[in-house]
């Protein structure tokens, strides 16, 4: 039987660990391009097309993270489309980031006084006009601390592709788990990894949060 020891224990993680933060940073910044032009559409093409978002964000946030990878993974190959579990991660990833940062910004955008949107309507903006050079600035602050925040739900969510078979933080410590017989250490290693990742994310975004509230950090 082959001995693992603590480095070729926290070796392997490592390895792993790249897989995670390349897996959470194309959730996050595809799920913003992707909830930035739902945004648009939201707000700026009627009432209908506002409705179509709002069912694709209750969709996405109304059903578990889990299913929606299963979904994306075995789904697509009932259609004939076979997919990778990184191509099959990324899509859901993204789809599922996107629906919640749609809802954040939009928030945002809400909490924009409608003084702002008046004083830009007397100055015969368009509705485009309003939004880039008066609202979205403001809109940009407020929204900030919240983006970030949500990036810890976006890493911590990755662990859950493992279940179709990426090979990420998650699955890796699995593996190492059921090879080395040391699952209490293997997967202690995996929770201080994850703990290393997320907790100076939510530092940042607490401290963006007191700044915007002109509070000392």
């Given at each position: 039987m082959v001995e693992f020891t603590l480095w070729d224990i926290l070796r392997n993680l490592l390895l792993a660990l790249r897989?995670?933060?390349v897996l959470s940073m194309i959730a996050f910044v595809g799920g913003g391009l992707v909830g930035a032009l739902l945004l648009c559409l939201r707000l700026g093409l009627g009432r209908f097309t506002g409705r179509l978002v709002g069912l694709y964000v209750q969709v996405f946030q109304g059903t578990p993270l889990l299913m929606q990878l299963f979904l994306a993974y075995f789904g697509l190959s009932l259609l004939g489309v076979e997919v990778s579990a990184w191509t099959a991660a990324s899509c859901a990833l993204t789809l599922y980031t996107s629906a919640y940062l749609v809802e954040i910004?939009?928030?945002c955008v809400e909490a924009v006084p409608k003084g702002?949107?008046?004083a830009a309507r007397s100055l015969a903006m368009n509705f485009g006009e309003q939004m880039?050079?008066?609202i979205l600035p403001q809109a940009l602050r407020l929204a900030i601390a919240p983006t970030v925040g949500f990036l810890v739900q976006v890493i911590k969510g990755t662990?859950?592709?493992s279940v179709i078979g990426f090979v990420e933080l998650t699955k890796t410590g699995s593996m190492m788990a059921n090879a080395s017989f040391k699952p209490f250490l293997v997967f202690g290693c995996v929770a201080l990894m994850y703990f290393v990742l997320c907790f100076p994310v939510s530092?940042?975004?607490r401290h963006l949060e007191r700044n915007r509230h002109g509070r000392p950090a």
């Open positions: 897989w995670t933060v910004w939009r928030g702002q949107w008046e880039r050079h008066v662990a859950l592709a530092l940042l975004a």
